[in-house]
Structure formats: structure tokens, C-alpha cells
């Protein structure tokens, strides 16, 4: 038997095995297309009856080992990278979602998922319910319908970070004969792994900690291979019937636990072509190597800020799963026991001017439109990211009005704690 490789080895070494003579790191395929011998191969290939690569928009030697990597890391039977985390989670809906359909949605989910579920499939025909994630399991039950193909939600939300009790909403989602979709951007398979809570797909903005440098934007959708969509055949026609782009191929028969990845590769990233560049895929590759490392330096130092903001009277709420006060800490200490993350939201006293006012004299902590990376960073997302959304949808999407997104870097913490203290002093 292989040996099972632990967490921290996967981010190492996981996706890239070279043979004798390979290169020890994994190689950029720069390339667009790949040769074959006879006009026959090419053909299997193209008929889905043989693997192998034949062009990039399709599957890339790079981008698939990066792939395998965080499937390993998630404990999914395969992945796939997009170009970005808002291709990510399109896909993994529209995989199994078409004009007509609907789907149910946690309302407490980062504000480009919101738009893109709220206003852009529905003008594709497929509408979404949003609903309390802490609603009691009856009341979020009455969002379902017979057009209803899956249950979506963030294990911690952006940027309410708010904690998805990820096993009642796999229970909610599974009575209802659909599967879990967990955003797990935001706490990594470090520190969560929602497949062993039930979810059965997984998304990832690659962009935020597993990239962790802020060079690349990218997403990967990870499956679990646990959800039996031949039990739900009527549901899942686009997985179950014949693919008529295919030869009236059957994804379920034709490749068993592979079928939904395999159904997103062909026919979305054939058709959408959301793909991630084989360089982006090998920088990302380098953020995982240490994404073990980072993850923790990033709780530590965010519940050390965190314990300092709850302390400081200037400081009107303190949003972090990580301290006893907190709403989630119990779902956190559930879920993620070793830590969640590095995101904190907090209001200062005052009125929304103090707020502009201490992040403007902020000076090593910068304004940037971004989040989970190694520079500690801040947002306002009434004015920036959230800017799109009315007061109510604010408060619905969990995102208070003077609400700072404090993203906590891997820096020394006493320098975070020394720069958020000096800008306190203004308001
Ligand atoms: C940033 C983010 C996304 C969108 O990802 P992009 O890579 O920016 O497209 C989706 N979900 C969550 C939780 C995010 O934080």
C-alpha cells in the first residue's frame, strides 16, 4: 500500500512525482498543444477515449499537477484550476445547473459570489435563494423545490467571517437530494477539510492564502466523489443521459467518481474556457509549498491582534472566530481546531469619518483590494467591495456599515500591533 501522506508533506511534495531524469521541480509546460504520432490518437483523445493532453484550454501537464496537489490536500478524488475564484465557482454551479434550475445559497458569502449568483445566473435562466446559514434546519428546508441542484456556502465567509456549520447544511442539502458546495477559501484544507463534514464539492479562490503572495488570480473546484448522482438521475441529466457534444457519451457510466470533474473539464472549460496559465499554476505552486507554514504564523498573529483590538476602547466590535466572545467560536473550535484564519473584521468608535480616518494613517498596513496574503492589509467593504449592495443587502451579506476587513499578514506582530495602535491615536 502507498504510504498516506500528511498535510504538511502534500504541500511539499504533493501533484509533481518526477521519473528518473525529470526535473526535481515541477516544469512549466509553455505550451499550447502536444504532439502525437498517428491522426488516430488524436481522435481517442478528442472522443474522451483515451486521457492525455492535446491542448491547454483543456488540460495542461503544469496546471494538473498543481490540481492534484490541492485535490490531495482536500481529500478529493480530482480538481481542476480556473483563471480565477469567480470561474471556480460559476463552473462548480453550472456544472449541474441550467436555465431553469435553482439553487440555495448561504446570503453571508463574499460580495463577487453574491453578484454572480444574484444577477448574472439569473439572467441565465437559474435562480438563487439566499438564506441565514444560523437558521434553524426547518426554516432553510422551505428554500428547497423540486428544480432545486445543490446548496452552496462559505466555510468562513468573507468578509463577515462568519463559521458554516458545514455538517447541518450537508444533512439539509443531502435530505433534499442535492449536493454541498463549500466555498474554503478562506481556511484552507490546513485548517478545515469540509469532505469530512460531508460537503461534496469544494471551491477555492487560489488567489488569497494558497497562492499567499498576492501575484496570482486563480480557482480550482474539488470534488469528492461521494455524491452518488446516479441516485438522483432525474436531477442530474447533464450527468446521467448522454452527452450528445460527445457521442452521446454518459459522464456517470463513462468515468464512475470522475464524472463531474470530467463533465466540467470537456464541456465548460471546453466551452467557457476559464483557464488558469500554466506560470500562474506554477506560482501557485510555490504558495502551497509553504502554505502549512504561513497558515499558522497567519492565526497566530491574527488572534494576538484580535485579543489586542477586543482590549483597545477605541474599538466599538471585534469579529473573529477565535475569541471566546465570538458568536462562532464553537463551531470554529469544531471545524478548524488548529486555527481559522487570518481575517478580522472590527468597527472603531465614531462615525464613518474616524473610520476612513484611521485607515487612511495606517502606514506598513495598506488600503488594498485584497485579502489572505502575506502583507497585513485592510478593506472597508461598505465603500469598496461592497459598494454594489443596498444598507439591507449589507446587513443580509453580513457586513456591517463600518465594518474594516483586517487581513493579517505573517510579518512580526508586535510591527501589525504597533501600526494599527499609532493610527487608533487619530480617531
Ligand atoms: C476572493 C474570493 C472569491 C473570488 O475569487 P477571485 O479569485 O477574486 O475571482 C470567491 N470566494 C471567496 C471566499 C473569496 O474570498
Not at 197 to 224: F, L, Q, R
Not at 272 to 284: D, K, R, V
Not at 364 to 379: P, Y
Amino acid at each position: 500500500m502507498e504510504q498516506k501522506l500528511s498535510k504538511e508533506t502534500l504541500c511539499v511534495q504533493g501533484g509533481w512525482a518526477p521519473k528518473n531524469g525529470e526535473p526535481r521541480v515541477l516544469p512549466i509546460y509553455q505550451s499550447t498543444t502536444f504532439k502525437y504520432d498517428s491522426s488516430e490518437q488524436m481522435a481517442r483523445l478528442f472522443d474522451l477515449e483515451e486521457s492525455g493532453y492535446f491542448y491547454t484550454r483543456l488540460q495542461n501537464p503544469t496546471n494538473d499537477a498543481v490540481a492534484s496537489k490541492i485535490a490531495a490536500l482536500e481529500g478529493g478524488v480530482g480538481a481542476m484550476l480556473t483563471s480565477s475564484g469567480q470561474a471556480a465557482n460559476f463552473y462548480a454551479v453550472f456544472n449541474i445547473c441550467e436555465a431553469g434550475d435553482h439553487f440555495v445559497c448561504s446570503s453571508t458569502i463574499y460580495g463577487g459570489t453574491f453578484n454572480l449568483f444574484a444577477v448574472t445566473m439569473k439572467k441565465l435562466g437559474i435562480e438563487c435563494t439566499f438564506v441565514d446559514a444560523d437558521a434553524p434546519e426547518e426554516e432553510i428546508d422551505k428554500a428547497f423545490r423540486d428544480n432545486t441542484k445543490c446548496l452552496f456556502g462559505e466555510t468562513i465567509s468573507n468578509p463577515g467571517i462568519n463559521v458554516l456549520d458545514i455538517e447541518k447544511f450537508a444533512r439539509i442539502a443531502h435530505r433534499h437530494g442535492v449536493p454541498l458546495i463549500v466555498d474554503n477559501t478562506f481556511a484552507t484544507p490546513i485548517n478545515c477539510r469540509p469532505f469530512e463534514w460531508g460537503a461534496d464539492i469544494v471551491t477555492h479562490s487560489t488567489t488569497k492564502y494558497m497562492d499567499g503572495h498576492a501575484t496570482c488570480v486563480g480557482g480550482a473546484v474539488v470534488d469528492s466523489g461521494n455524491f452518488d448522482w446516479e441516485a438522483h438521475a432525474d436531477k442530474f441529466p447533464g450527468l446521467t443521459r448522454p452527452d450528445e457534444s460527445y457521442h452521446g457519451l454518459t459522464y456517470t457510466k463513462a468515468f464512475g467518481k470522475m464524472a463531474y470533474m470530467t463533465k466540467a473539464t470537456a464541456q465548460l472549460m471546453r466551452d467557457l474556457g476559464s483557464i488558469q496559465s500554466p506560470e500562474n499554476a506554477f506560482l501557485l505552486n510555490l504558495g502551497l509549498e509553504t502554505l502549512h507554514l504561513r497558515m499558522k504564523r497567519h492565526c497566530e498573529n491574527a488572534q494576538k491582534v484580535a485579543e489586542w483590538l477586543e482590549a483597545n476602547p477605541k474599538v466599538k466590535w471585534v469579529h473573529y472566530c477565535g475569541l471566546k466572545s465570538n458568536k462562532y467560536y464553537e463551531l470554529a473550535r469544531k471545524y478548524m481546531p488548529d486555527g481559522s484564519c487570518g481575517v478580522i473584521a472590527f468597527g472603531v468608535q465614531g462615525s464613518r469619518e474616524d473610520t476612513i480616518r484611521f485607515m487612511d494613517h495606517l502606514k506598513m498596513i495598506c488600503i488594498v483590494t485584497h485579502v489572505a496574503d502575506a502583507r497585513t492589509c485592510v478593506l472597508h467593504p461598505a465603500s469598496h467591495t461592497h459598494r454594489q449592495l443596498t444598507d439591507e443587502q449589507l446587513v443580509e451579506a453580513g457586513v456591517a456599515p463600518d465594518l474594516i476587513r483586517l487581513s493579517v499578514g505573517i510579518e512580526n506582530v508586535d510591527d501589525i500591533i504597533a501600526d494599527l495602535e499609532q493610527a487608533m491615536e487619530r480617531i
